[in-house]
Every structure is written in C-alpha cells, then in structure tokens.
C-alpha cells in the first residue's frame, strides 16, 4: 500500500510518509463505519462522504486511534475487514471477495472476516426476503429472535439449513476462489504465519476468549449500560439468565468449573507478555492475573456475566443466529493466538460494537468521552514518558 501511495502521489519513502499510509486508512474508517452502522440499523446510509457521528466515535476505538498514527497492519486490515461486510450485505459479493482478499494481505487471519462477511450477509437475506406475489413461500431457516431462543432451537436451526442452502450456496461462488489462493498461500508459505514463525506458534489458548470479552466490557461499557431501562434491566437480565431458576443456576456453577478448567489447563504465560514491561498487558498481567493464584478463576463468574450482557445487549433486535455468529467466527481467530495483546480484539470489538442498533445520543457521547480519555491519556504516556534504553510505553 505504501508502495502504490508513493507512485501515485510520488511521495518520498521516510517514516512520516509511511505512517501516514495507516493514517488514511484511519481518516477513510468513519466513512466505511457509517455503512456497516446502517446495515445493522437497516437504514439507508447518508452520502459517501458524510459519516455519521457515532461512527466518527467508533472511529476514535482507543486501539485503532492508536495504531492509526503507526506503522501497523491494524487500521488498514479493519478498514477492508469492514469494507468487506459492507459489500457483502449490498450483495455484491465479487466485490467482497476481492476486498477480503485484500483484507488477507493485511493479516492473514482475515480469511475468516470474509466468510463471517458472507454469512451475516445470508443470514440478514434469509430474514427479510419475501416471496413474489403469486410465488410459493422460500425455504425458511428455523432462526426465531434472539432473547426468546432456547437451547433446542439451535437443534431445530441445524435441521432446517439443508433447506435453504441452495438459496444461498451460489452466492458463494466468488469467496471460493479467495478460499482456494488462501489454501495455496499456506501450502506455499508452510503455515499462515507471515514473518516471524517461532514466536506466533498456534496454541490452544482458551482463556485469550475470556479476555476479549473482559476487555470489550472494559471499553464498551457506555453502550451496554444505554439499553432500555438502563443498568438495573442489565443487571436483573444478567442475574436471571444466571441464576433465574435451579436449571439456569445449576448450568451456570458446571460453565464456570469447565471455565475454570480451561483456565488451569489452557493458560499461557508467553515470553513476551512476561519481560517487556513497555505495554499495559505486562503490568495487567502482573498485578492483576498474578497477584494471587486464585484470581484467574475468581474472575471466571465476571467474565460469564460479561458474556451474557453482551448478548442480552447485541440481541435485543437480531434472531439468534445473528447474535451467535461473531463469537463463533472470534473462536478461530483469537483461540489459536497465544499472546495476550489488545491489536487483536480491534476487529471483533468494531463488529459487536456495530451489531448493537439503539445506542442513544448521551450513550454515544459517553463512549466518544471515554474513548478521548484513553486516548488522551495513551497518547500522551507514548508522546511525553519515554523510557531510557527501552522505547515508548504503548498498547
């Protein structure tokens, strides 16, 4: 990208002009922000260059924020991840194949970004489609709304795809040739991993799902607390899906042993997490995770209840599989990785943050003023505290 900026615009190759590569892409994110906000609202977008305020202030995410004025893979990866979705749900599906590829050359783990791209796109379609005056009624999947659903839903959802794929397998077609290079690429390259293989060895780090969503209800908190009826509905929603009945509570204590299993077993202390003390994650880590041995599991029931009011919050206006579909593609991406770092939870925050269609205006001036004051206080410990023989203090 740095490449065709400086041919086209014949900039000269210094460190200004290549940070201000991923600053464009930073500037160009509210304009794709506001598509992807009115998708989910289902609203008719405003004119390509007139983004909307709330997502000049999803824009101002303090990871993206951040990482915009650096020269990191991160803004530009979710510029075209984003992009990608959009495309997807305008049903131009070439075109979101071309950017999920492109999206892949950013970070290689974008290859399942496009395929949730295609599935959110089918999963809306099946939703809202009508038949024609005169026509038989389509095939319909079983996808009832989200906080009426029961766990024997998700069996009648299973049964009932094989009756709709042929209505959304040609859709398909275009994102089979992305899938089929991608294929090529790991057999050419000898893994996903591009650049350094021995430090990003895939591990199975279950608790790295604990933290993301630890850390979206650190950062998204002003948006969990604006639905209706304020923090009180949240908290009696929480506790009644927690412990509403003997079955919910009785469910919840066996989630919170297998969690607390997963994070016996599952835990990792990378290398990089324990000796560079220039990022916030060392000194979580340290003072938090390790002050005492049982903190990592006391904090099992926190991450449960963070767990529920986010889909509580997320659910309100989509069907369950709407809802189910971001944890189920975070899954892969965030599983395998197993260092502990903020970049990574940048794509699947924007596209939660996304999927909630009701925030109020005080609500999203909340969050923009909480996102400025991170920002402010990030930037200015990066800017003005720099470290003696160790570089700048940063996410």
Not at 100 to 126: E, H, K, P
Not at 191 to 210: A, E, F, R
Not at 252 to 268: A, D, E, N, W
Request: contains cysteine.
């Amino acid at each position: 990208m740095s490449v065709l900026l400086k041919r086209l615009f014949l900039f000269k190759c210094n460190v200004p002009m290549l940070r201000l590569t991923t600053t464009l892409t930073l500037l160009a994110l509210p304009l794709i922000l506001t598509r992807l906000l009115c998708y989910h609202k289902r609203i008719r977008p405003p004119s390509i260059l007139s983004p909307t305020p709330e997502a000049i202030i999803l824009s101002m995410f303090p990871i993206a924020w951040f990482f915009g004025f650096l020269y990191y893979t991160e803004v530009p990866s979710m510029l075209f991840v984003a992009w990608t979705v959009v495309a997807a749900s305008q049903d131009e599906h070439w075109l979101a194949a071309l950017l999920g590829l492109i999206s892949c050359t950013f970070r290689q783990t974008n290859i399942v970004w496009m395929l949730y791209a295609y599935v959110s796109s089918q999963l809306m379609f099946l939703r809202f489609r009508r038949a024609p005056p005169g026509a038989q009624p389509p095939a319909k999947l079983h996808d009832p709304p989200s906080l009426a659903a029961g766990p024997l839903d998700l069996v009648k959802v299973i049964a009932s795809v094989p009756r709709v794929l042929p209505d959304i397998l040609p859709s398909f077609v275009p994102y089979t040739f992305v899938l089929g290079a991608f294929a090529a690429f790991v057999v050419w390259n000898g893994g996903i991993v591009l650049g350094d293989k021995s430090n990003h060895i895939p591990s199975l780090h279950v608790p790295q799902l604990y933290y993301f969503i630890a850390s979206t209800t650190f950062f998204g908190w002003p948006v969990l607390i604006s639905g209706h009826g304020g923090v009180r509905d949240l908290i009696h929603g929480v506790s009644s899906r927690m412990f509403g009945s003997k079955l919910r509570t009785l469910m919840s204590i066996i989630t919170s042993i297998i969690m607390g299993i997963t994070v016996k077993l599952f835990t990792i202390h990378h290398p990089f997490l324990l000796s560079d003390n220039r990022h916030y994650t060392f000194y979580v880590w340290r003072r938090i995770y390790m002050f005492h041995p049982l903190v990592p599991y006391l904090l099992v029931p926190i991450y449960l209840a963070c767990g529920w009011a986010w889909f509580l919050r997320v659910g309100r206006d989509q069907t369950l599989l709407q809802t189910l579909i971001l944890p189920i593609f975070v899954i892969p991406t965030l599983l395998p990785t197993p260092l502990l770092e903020p970049r990574y939870f940048l794509i699947p925050y924007i596209l939660l943050r996304a999927q909630v269609a009701d925030v109020p205006g005080w609500a999203q001036a909340l969050e923009g003023l909480w996102y400025l004051v991170i920002n402010v206080v990030t930037m200015g410990v990066f800017l003005y505290m720099p470290r003696e023989g160790v570089g700048r203090f940063m996410w």
